[in-house]
C-alpha cells in the first residue's frame, strides 16, 4: 500500500490515509485494515481493524454492512452496525442505521443515528467477570440446602 499524505478539507482530518477508496468505486467483500482507511465511494460488506485504526467515511460515500474499528470519522452513510472501540465522530452530514457501540462520541448538528446506541466502559469486563463468578438462584439455593 501506498501511504498518501491527504490535505486537510471541510470533513477530513490532518492524517495519512493508507488506503484511499475513490468516489467512483464500488467495492463488495471485506475489509480489514490496519492505519487510516477512507472511503469516498460505496462499500458493500464488513469492515473490521484493530491496532488504532481509523477509519474516514466520506460525503456521499455508502457503507452497507458492519463496522468494527476502533476509531470512525462519518460524514456519509452507514447501513449497519458499528462498534467503534475508542472514539465515533458523526459530521453534520452524517448518518447511521443500525445500532451503535462506542467509547466516546461526538455528534454534529445535522448528524443521526437511527438506532440503539451502547455505550462501551472500561467497566463491562469487570461486571461481565463478576456477573460470571457469582452463582445463579438456582446454586445459591442449593448452598442453603446443603
Not at 481493524?49 to 452497507?64: H, N
Request: charged share 25%; hydrophobic share 35%.
Amino acid at each position: 500500500m501506498m501511504r498518501k499524505r491527504t490535505p486537510p478539507t471541510s470533513h477530513t482530518e490532518t492524517q495519512n490515509i493508507d488506503t484511499l477508496i475513490g468516489a467512483h468505486s464500488v467495492i463488495t467483500g471485506e475489509l480489514s485494515f490496519e492505519g487510516a482507511v477512507r472511503i469516498d465511494g460505496k462499500f458493500e460488506g464488513n469492515i473490521h481493524s484493530s491496532q488504532g485504526g481509523t477509519l474516514i467515511v466520506s460525503e456521499g460515500a455508502k457503507i452497507i454492512g458492519n463496522v468494527d474499528v476502533p476509531s470512525l470519522i462519518l460524514h456519509g452513510n452507514i447501513e449497519g452496525d458499528v462498534r467503534a472501540t475508542e472514539s465515533l465522530k458523526l459530521g453534520a452530514t452524517g448518518c447511521l442505521n443500525g445500532d451503535v457501540d462506542y467509547k466516546m462520541m461526538s455528534l454534529a448538528e445535522g448528524s443521526a443515528i437511527n438506532g440503539r446506541c451502547n455505550r462501551i466502559s472500561d467497566n463491562i469486563a469487570t461486571l461481565d467477570t463478576a456477573k460470571a463468578n457469582k452463582p445463579s438462584d438456582m446454586q445459591q439455593e442449593k448452598l442453603q440446602e446443603v
